[in-house]
């Protein structure tokens, strides 16, 4: 099992293809992952995710774990879930 990825290139794509969705849309690590052709590094890829600084330029809090679940998160998971919330109103207030 990979226990980060390769290259900083990786973390790069995943990032970047984090900050491609959209205001109404996750995604789910796994599928970050196999985008990025390494779909048994859905940990590292979350991982990597998580690290995230810059959160709300690149929406990291968008990235789901494995059915769904709200999973770690640099700013803590109660600001996760507060930050899909304030985006779901927005997107629903349109």
């Known amino acids: 099992m990979l226990a980060s990825p390769t290259s900083a290139d990786e973390v790069k794509q995943g990032l970047q293809d984090v900050g491609y969705l959209p205001n109404d849309a996750t995604a789910?690590?796994?599928?970050?992952?196999?985008?990025?052709?390494?779909?048994?590094?859905?940990?590292?890829?979350?991982?990597?995710?998580?690290r995230n600084p810059v959160s709300f330029v690149v929406p990291c809090h968008r990235a789901?774990?494995?059915?769904?679940?709200?999973?770690?998160?640099?700013?803590?998971?109660?600001?996760?879930?507060?930050?899909?919330?304030?985006?779901?109103?927005?997107?629903?207030?349109?």
């Open 64 to 94: 789901l774990g494995k059915g769904g679940a709200l999973t770690g998160y640099h700013w803590g998971i109660t600001r996760k879930q507060a930050m899909l919330g304030w985006e779901a109103g927005r997107v629903a207030g349109a």
């Open 28 to 50: 789910l690590v796994s599928f970050l992952a196999a985008k990025l052709g390494k779909p048994t590094a859905a940990r590292a890829v979350g991982a990597a995710v998580g």
